[in-house]
Structure formats: structure tokens, C-alpha cells
């Protein structure tokens, strides 16, 4: 069988990789968003069953590199392809997209985990909360005095203290502003995800004084290659295809 290479997707940097690869190859998604219809490469979705199913399907596929370009907040997946390439002798390479770092003017407040959130918004009355699903298991929580701004990939009716966004980037700095002045924003709660396509809002919180409550990285495994682009990976992968693999 040919060599094959499995990306692990969810992110606009992988979807733009997928878009290169041939029909040999692989792109599997966890389910949760909008699954391609246009892509050369094969589409697979759903969990693989933890790093053994993993390890299980790289031999069963014939996979020779698991390109992991997943969120960096994904942290089980990319556990788990580090772990299932090590069992199986697979070459395991990732994009780490480069953190976001504070600017001059900037008051960001970083915290590890949820009642990290909670804890740094106390004092405020009208957060923008762009971390995901997340806010949305708390819907119960909005204490009296705050009205929540939630904005996400999913539709959801929210409640009368909570308001739901569903909206995807990029978003532009003009769009930010408008969004931030019309919900009369005045705390942004953000994961450190990189990227231009999200870092409007930071650019605005500097620009109209607000603080960001910043959510740390969680730790990723190391792998044998690490590229900072997109473009780099498409470049790395097709040079290892062209090689068959070999160093
Ligand atoms: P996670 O906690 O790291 O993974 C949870 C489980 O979902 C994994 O153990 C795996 O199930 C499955 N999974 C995740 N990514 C997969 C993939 N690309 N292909 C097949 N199975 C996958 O992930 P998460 O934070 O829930 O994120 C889920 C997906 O959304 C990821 O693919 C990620 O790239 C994307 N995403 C996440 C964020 C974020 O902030 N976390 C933001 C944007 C996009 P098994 O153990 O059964 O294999």
C-alpha cells in the first residue's frame, strides 16, 4: 500500500493542508463543525478511540506521517497521536502556531481554567467571552449584576442575561469595535489560539482600554518536526511525500 499521511484537523490551517493533499491521504475531524465536501483527500470523522485505536488504524491505513494540526487547546488529541506514533513507528509532525504576546498598552490577565475565568471577570459587568462552547456549560452561573456575550461556533438561544454569537473569523478590526461598543463589552476572555484571524479583538481591548482574561496553553507533546505556518507544513509535507517518506 501506498504511504499515506493522516491530518489531524479542525483549524483553518488544516483545512488549507487538506486542500493540498491527494486522494492517498487523510483528514480525519473530531465531528464538532462543518465537515468539507470539496477536498481531494479522503474525509474521516469521529474519535479513533483513544491512542490505541489510534496506534490501530495508522497500521491499518498504512500511515507513514500523522500531521497533527489541531487547536493548540486540543490537548487529548495531540496526546494521544504522540503516544499512538511512538507504539506504532510513525513519524509524528505538528504546526504549533506561535502564541499571541502582550503588547504595550495591553492588561492581560492570565488564568488556567474556568473558575480562573470566573474569578477574573468578578469585578466586571458585561464580558465577551470568545473561548468556544465552554461559556455555554455555564449559562446557569451569570451572576445578577453581568449579562454575558458568548461567541461561538454553535447556535443557541442563550437567556436574558446571556447573549449567543454564532459566528466564525476572520474578523476585522472594524467589525471588533462595532461589536465591542454595541455590547457595551468592557472585559474580553480569550484563549491564546495565534493566528491572524482572531487577534482583531486584541488590537481593540488595546486600543479602547480593556483588559483580556487570557487562558493559558495547555502543554502539547513534543514532536520530531514542528512548523510554525501553515504554509511551512504544506511545504514539509509535500517535500516527504515527493522523498517517499525517506530522510
Ligand atoms: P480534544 O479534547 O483534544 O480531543 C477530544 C477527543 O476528540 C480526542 O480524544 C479524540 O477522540 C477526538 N478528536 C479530537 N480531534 C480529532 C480529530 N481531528 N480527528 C479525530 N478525532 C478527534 O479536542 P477538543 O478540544 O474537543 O477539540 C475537538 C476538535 O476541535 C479538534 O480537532 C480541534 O482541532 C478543534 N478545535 C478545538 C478548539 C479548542 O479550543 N479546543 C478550537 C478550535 C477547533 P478519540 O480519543 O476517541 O480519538
Redesign the pocket.
Known sequence: MTARVLL????GD?LAIARTLGSQHVY??????RVPADLACAV????????Q??ARFLADEGIALVFD????????????AARACEAAHVLYWALRRAPWQPQPGDDWRMVGDWAGVSEAIAPFARPLFT??REPLAHLDEVPPQQHWTIRCLDAHPGHARARVIDARGPFTPEGERALFTEARIDVVVS?N?GGAATEAKLAVARDMSLPVVMMRRPPLPGAQRELASAREAIEAIDHAIQRSFNA
Open positions: 489531524l484537523g479542525g483549524t488544516a480525519s475531524l473530531a465531528g464538532l463543525g474521516r470523522v469521529g474519535g479513533f478511540g483513544g491512542p485505536g489510534l494540526a489541531t487547536h493548540p487547546y486540543a490537548a487529548q488529541i495531540s496526546a494521544n473561548l468556544g484563549k489560539s
